[in-house]
């Protein structure tokens, strides 16, 4: 049977029941999805509207929870793969050979 979506208070108090069975606070929920805890707060207490698909998503994910996910998402059995790490640009090569540090000499000039 598939489920109606959630409403906004619905929302909230499904993420703090899952967030305390999850036995995590506000502020290790709030640091893992990347919001402050004042926001998941407010979606927790039904202040604001639903969050972003992007943080629903990231919710569903860190709650292991896919009704938390936005309508027609799809279920996350396992981790989202992972962005590959880019390696750090090397610095540029400098010549071996120091620049000369005197006065730039001028052809014809008397030294």
């Not at 962005?83 to 001028?106: I, L, M």
């Amino acid at each position: 049977m598939i489920e109606p979506p959630l409403t906004q208070p619905a929302y909230g108090q499904l993420v703090r029941r899952l967030r305390e069975q999850a036995d995590k606070s506000t502020v290790e929920l709030a640091a893992e999805v990347g919001m402050s805890v004042g926001y998941l707060r407010n979606i927790e207490l039904g202040h604001d509207g639903k969050p972003s698909r992007r943080r629903q998503f990231a919710l569903a994910r860190a709650l292991r929870d896919d009704r938390l996910a936005p309508e027609g998402g799809a279920s996350f059995p396992d981790e989202p793969p992972k962005q590959p790490k880019r390696e750090p640009k090397a610095p540029p090569r400098r010549d071996d050979r120091e620049p000369s540090r005197g006065p730039k000499r001028v052809a014809g000039a008397a030294a």
